[in-house]
């Protein structure tokens, strides 16, 4: 017995509580005792997971927050694409300048564009879902308000720069 705790919420803790099982049922079968019934209670419960928080927010408390490193990122972004109105340009300003997304993955144009996109900025969260910037009454109504990045202007002035870039 181990008076460590285990953390059951990593993949292997399921196989790992079925091999103390087994080792349990064989130990009875050989003392002639009936030990399944008390190793039980000690699998481990169903992890709930929360989908990861998007780039430039965190989960604090089981709230959606502005990252402190990352959000300053995310503003500067739209800033960027505001005043160059263009993709390319925005990411290799961003990677010449040292920023990186998590994992420290390199800015792609794709990636510019699906952050630029998403309605997390101007306070809108709508969890895992495809994101269009064109956001209507009903799903405002599905939305969770969290703490804007940047302002309602700013990213509809980003999503119509890209609006106009995608048509021509």
């Known amino acids: 017995m ?11 803790a399921q196989a790992f509580a079925n091999v103390l099982l087994a080792t ?5 079968s ?3 005792s009936d030990a399944r019934n008390q190793l039980i209670s000690y699998s481990p419960a169903p992890v709930q997971r929360v ?7 965190w989960w604090s408390d089981g709230r959606l927050e502005p990252h402190p490193l990352e ?23 961003l ?11 390199r800015f792609t144009p794709a990636e510019v564009k699906r952050i630029i996109q998403d309605p997390v900025s101007m306070g809108l969260y709508r969890g895992n879902c495809k994101h269009h910037h064109n956001v209507d009454a009903q799903a405002a109504a599905s939305s969770v308000s969290v703490h804007p990045i940047v302002t309602k202007e ?7 720069l ?5 048509r021509a």
């Open 71 to 93: 959000a300053p990122i995310r503003l500067e972004m739209y800033t960027l694409f505001a005043s160059l109105r263009d993709l390319a340009e925005v990411t290799t300003s």
């Open 51 to 57: 989908a990861a928080a998007p780039f430039g927010f």
């Open 162 to 166: 890209i609006d106009s870039i995608s």
């Open 24 to 28: 349990a049922m064989w130990r009875a």
């Open 95 to 105: 990677n010449s300048r040292g920023r990186r997304l998590r994992r420290k993955k």
């Open 30 to 32: 050989i003392n002639g």
């Open 154 to 160: 700013l990213w509809s002035e980003c999503n119509n």
């Open 2 to 12: 181990t008076d460590d705790n285990l953390d059951t919420d990593r993949s292997g």
